[in-house]
């Protein structure tokens, strides 16, 4: 691979910008400056813009906390989108929500531009989960943990396929629910059902990797390769043992 291609995938940088920091010396190619922008360099180089050492990175994995009224999209004309809060500090990538959370709701989006990645983990046969903190305007009963353990039937007539419900840590009104599908304001249709209205909803988690509670609204981070085998190698376990909670 040319030397001004891989400082641009790996920097993310245009073309001409990693041909003028090569130019200025600011590129090194096993400790020594190269300026030669055509020279061809193998992967097993050390490669280093400014003293920053560079990788050229298939793809990236980003975990951010979506703040309430941002839209998960990666562009819209009338409200600020996921994207728009990562776009600045990846300009090369073409970066997508995998998965969508309501506009209304907060919480764990993961984004990428991995195709491939957000597909399986979007498919109902590899059972990836998706946790839920909701808080209610009236408290959970035993009549909707059995519910959702069987698959609510939603108005229209649709069933969803079984969910885990339990009581949250923060009272009667609040629920913890995971999910292995995705439909239409979902939580809300479901809990709906049974005359509860969704006062606040929150993703939490998907599949075993918890959002990072340091992040803060609007906050984001790199998800690392050891993180994403907690959302690709875990199935839906049985709902059973998770809807035994006594109220």
Sequence with gaps: MRLDKFVAQAAQLTRNEARNAIRRGEVTVNGEVCKKADCSVEQDREICLSGRPLLLVSHVYIMLDKPKGVVSASRDRADRTV?????????RRELFPAG?????????????????????????????SKTYEVELDTPVTEEMILGFSQGVRLADGETMMPAGLTVGEKGPCSAV??????????I?????????GVCE???VAIGGLALDPNLGAGGFREITQEELKKITDVRLQSFQKNNTTVL
């Design 83 to 91: 994207v728009d809060f990562v776009k600045n500090d990846y300009p």
């Design 100 to 128: 969508r959370l309501d506009k209304t709701s907060t919480g764990f989006v993961l984004v990428t531009d991995d195709g491939v990645f957000a597909h399986d983990i979007l498919s109902p046969r590899r059972h990836v």
């Design 177 to 186: 629910v995971e999910l292995r599908q995705g439909v239409y304001h979902q």
């Design 188 to 196: 809300k249709r479901m809990f709906g059902v049974y005359g509860a």
């Design 201 to 203: 909803l929150r993703r």
